[in-house]
C-alpha cells in the first residue's frame, strides 16, 4: 500500500465519487473549545464512505473479471456502497446477508439493483454459499477493509481532507476518524502521511468496542469481547484488519473510545448546527471531537462523519436532545 | 440587475461563502419520476443560502461605511445571515426582532455576536427603532431581499447551479427555487439566463401564500391573505419584492405550490437519502420536483434546499413519515 495506489484511485473516482465539502459551525467550535472541521462523508454516495472503497475496488478489476460481477457479505454500508457501485458500473451483485437483517436494509440493498441472498445466522454457512456462488457465476468477492483497493478508496478521502484542510489554512492537528475494521483509518493516515504529515490520525470507537484503540496501545491485535448491543452496531468489527493493524501501528496516534450519550449529543448538534444527518458509528469521531477535546492535541481538529444510515426512530432520540 | 454584478458578488464571495454540492439518489429518481439534482443550501454558513446574500451586501459597502456596522429585521435566516457575515468582517451587527421572537433565534443570532434589539409588535414601531438606532451609530439597512447586492450574492448559487448542472451533463429542465420575497428565485434566474439559458426558475411556495405564483399569474403584484399560520412561516412574505418581480416576470416559468404534507413527506425523504436536514420553507422546491412532476418539464429537475434551520419537534414529525 502506498499513495500511488491512492492516488490512482482517486483518478478512478474523479466524476463518480462526490467530493464532500469540509463543514465548520461556530457553535461547534465552543462546545469543542477549538476549532472543528467536519468531514461529511454521509453525503456521499449511499450515505457513507463506504462508495468510496467500493469503486475503487470494482474499477480496479480487469474488464473480462469485472463484467461477471462481484459479491459482498455485509448487511450495512457496505453492502449499500457495493451495490451502487456494481449498478454504476453496469455489472450484477449479490450481496450475502443473514435472513434477520433489517428490511429497511435489504429493501435499500435491493433497490440499488443488487441480488440479495439470504442465509440463516444460526444455521447457514454464509463462506460456503459466497465461495459456491462466487464460482458458479464467477464473482469477485469484495471484502469490505481487509483489501489494498477498498483501503485505497477510501484513501481518497483523505487527500480530500489534506487539500481542504490546507485551504482552511490547517497543517497541524489531530484527525479523528470513525473506526471499525480500519479501512478507512488506514487510508486516511496513508492519505495524510504523503499530503499532509502534520496532520496525525486518530482511530475512534464506541466504548467497550475499541479493539483498535487496546490493539494500538498493546502493539499487537486485540479483540472485542463482544460484538453487539449498541447503538455503533454498524462500525463494530471483531478486530482490526491484517492489512489495516500494521498501517494504523505505524501511522496513527492513540485511540479514543466514547460513550452512547456523547453519540447522540453529537448527531443532535450535527443536526442543529451542520444540518447534516449522521448515525450513530457515522458520530463518534464528531464526539470525540466535541466531548474529549482533553485528549486532543492542536488548535483545530479534523471529524470525519462517516455516514447517515440512521433509522427514523434513533434519530428522534438524538433530536430530543436537540 | 446583471451578470456582472453577480459575477463580482461571486469573486468576493470566493473562500467566504460555501460552495455547496449538488446531491442525488436513484430512490428520489424513482419517486419524482425523472432525474433530481438537490443544491443544498441548508449547508451553508448559518443554515441558509441567506449569507450569501449578507455576504455581499456587507462586502459591498465602501470600508469607512461598512465598519460603522450594519442593521436588519429579521428574526430568521437572513438575521443569521447578517450576524455572520458581520462578525465574519468584524464589524458590530444589530438585529430588530420582535419580542416574542422564538428563544431559540434570539439565542442564535447572539450566539453570532449580533446584538439583538427588541420591540413589542403590538405597540412598538420597529421602523422608528430601526432608523433610530442607523442614525445614532451610522449603521447601514440591509434588507432581506429587495436590495441589489443581496440579489447578487443569492444569485452567485445560480452560477453554481450552471456550472454543476453542466457537469453532470444537465443543460436543459425547470429549476425549483423555494420563494419567499424572490431574492434566490430573481438571482438564481439572473444567473441562469446569462450561464445556462436552458434552465429555467420556477418559484416554489406553501399552498395558501402562493402571492409569487398568483402575481406571475396576473402579471402584477398580488399580496398573500395571511402572513403566518402554517410550517413554512420561514418564507412567507407578504408580497414579492419590487426589485425581484420584474426580473422574476420576465425569466421565470410559471410557479408552483406545494401541501404541507407534501413538504413533510419531502423533509423525510432528504433525510432518508440524501442526509440533509431541511426545514419546512426549505423543501418547498424539492416537494414539488417529487410530487408534482406532471407540472414540470424536461428529463432532470433541479431543486434548492434553501435552508435547514428547523426545531426538533417539527423536524421529528417529517420523521415519523419517514
Known sequence: MDIARIEAAATRLAGHARRTPLLSSPFLDEVAGRRVLVKPECLQHTGS?????????VSALAPEVRKRGIIAFSSGNHAQGIAAAARMHGIPAAIIMPSDAPAAKVAGTRGLGAEVVSYDRATGDRDAIGAALSEERGLTLVKP?????????????????AEQASEAGVTTGDVLVC????????????????KAPGLRVRPVEPQGFDDVARSLAAGGIRRNDKLSGGICDAIVTPQPGELTFPIMSRLCGPGLAVSEDEVLRAM?????HLKIVAEPGGAVALAAALFHGDALEGETVVATVSGGNVDPATFARALEIA
Not at 268 to 272: E, P, Q
Open 49 to 57: 464512505f463506504k462508495f468510496r472503497g467500493a469503486w475503487a475496488a
Open 145 to 161: 477493509f481487509d483489501e489494498p483497493e477498498v483501503i485505497a478508496g477510501q484513501g481518497t478521502c483523505g487527500l480530500e481532507i
Open 179 to 194: 473506526c471499525g475494521g480500519g479501512g478507512l483509518t488506514s487510508g486516511i493516515a496513508l492519505a495524510l502521511e504523503a
Open 268 to 272: 443532535a448538534l450535527a443536526f442543529r
